[in-house]
């Protein structure tokens, strides 16, 4: 079963850290983007970083400067480091990730979201 699998969320006071890890398991050929987005409260989910397979990186312009996406190819996992975290990034986070799933007779790309990880930033 292929899946994605999310860690690092948690509470954490503002101006403090927080790491995110997202891991891709099962029969998995390749691995193309790969993404961050939150969801706050009441709000629609936005992205907040991507990833191309060849490291190319985008940020959202709430983040830039603060929050550092990158990937390790060799263990299917994406990252975010997120750094002077502020109560506006409280939010549920989401990894996405375009997996190249491998069966008997083909290979075919399939968009996976994570479960979601809480991220909750106190003032």
């Known amino acids: 079963q292929v899946q994605l699998v999310e860690s690092g969320g948690g509470l954490v006071q503002a101006g403090g850290s927080l790491r995110l890890s997202c891991a891709a398991s099962?029969?998995?050929?390749?691995?193309?983007?790969m993404g961050w987005y939150r969801q706050a409260p009441g709000k629609q989910r936005e992205v907040v970083a991507t990833?191309?397979?060849?490291?190319?990186?985008n940020y959202a312009d709430s983040v830039k400067g603060r929050f550092t996406i990158s990937r390790d190819n060799a263990k299917n996992t994406v990252y975010l480091q997120m750094n002077s975290l502020k109560p506006e990034d409280t939010a549920v986070y989401y990894c996405?990730?375009?997996?190249?799933?491998?069966?008997?007779?083909?290979?075919?790309?399939?968009?996976?979201w994570g479960q979601g990880t809480q991220v909750t930033v106190s003032s």
């Open positions: 996405n990730a375009a997996l190249v799933v491998k069966t008997i007779t083909q290979l075919t790309e399939y968009n996976y």
């Open positions: 990833i191309t397979s060849s490291g190319s990186t």
């Open positions: 099962g029969s998995i050929d390749s691995i193309n983007g």
